[in-house]
């Protein structure tokens, strides 16, 4: 199976959108430079960004979000974003009335069982999982193989936050790819080793529990 990765533009104190989910400035990136990211042309990248970027977007089999993102979006109008084959939404609730049966969208009720039908669809493809609260439990269950980060230099100081509502420290180790691009740093952690989580208990007591993420 493909790698399951988290993935998102993100502000440098760690948020994807502010309170209204407003990205603000956060893919003002991708119009930094001349080369085009995709067939429209509408999005223009530095060479170093599409060099990095391109290559990812094509591996990507199958996408995971929430029902928060589902609905703000409107289903993308039953057409997932562009090159992604399938879309699986993490809702408790059933597909909107009217939804067409024939969009390929899924509806799956619980973390671990929508990253396990979004392998089954990507294939040897990435799965592609949507930061926010999802994301962050998907992380702390350990189905992360990698976390994506494209960094802008703006602060927000409230928001949405990248890896959600996460309850422990996850320690990672030093970024295994950092790239330079214009108005963006882009980070890629692989997550093959150990991950430490540190629960802080009452008392100031601390027990600390290790999780493998691979």
């Not at 977007?57 to 057409?79: C, M, N, P, S």
């Not at 890629?188 to 601390?206: D, E, H, K």
Request: glycine share 12%.
């Amino acid at each position: 199976m493909g790698k399951v990765v988290m993935y998102s533009s993100v502000s440098v104190d760690g948020f994807i959108a502010d309170e209204h989910d407003q990205p603000g400035p956060l893919f003002d990136w991708l119009s930094s430079g001349g080369v085009p990211l995709d067939e429209s042309g509408e999005i223009t990248v530095s060479q170093t960004s599409y060099d990095y970027t391109r290559p990812y977007w094509d591996q990507i089999g199958a996408t995971l979000v929430g029902r928060h993102v589902f609905d703000i979006t409107d289903g993308w109008d039953g057409k997932p974003p562009s090159g992604i084959d399938h879309v699986v939404v993490v809702t408790h609730r059933p597909e909107p009335e009217g939804w067409d049966p024939e969009a390929p969208f899924h509806f799956v009720d619980g973390v671990e069982a929508a990253v396990a039908k979004a392998q089954e669809l990507a294939g040897d493809r990435i799965v592609e999982v949507a930061v926010g609260d999802v994301g962050g439990q998907a992380l702390a269950a350990g189905l992360i193989d990698e976390v994506r980060m494209d960094v802008v230099p703006v602060v927000f100081g409230s928001g949405k936050r990248y890896f959600g509502s996460v309850h422990a420290q996850h320690l990672l180790e030093d970024p295994d790819v950092v790239i330079q691009g214009n108005r963006v740093l882009h980070l890629l952690q692989v997550l093959g080793a150990r991950v430490t989580s540190r629960c802080f208990q009452p008392g100031g007591f601390r027990r600390r529990v290790s999780a493998r993420f691979s």
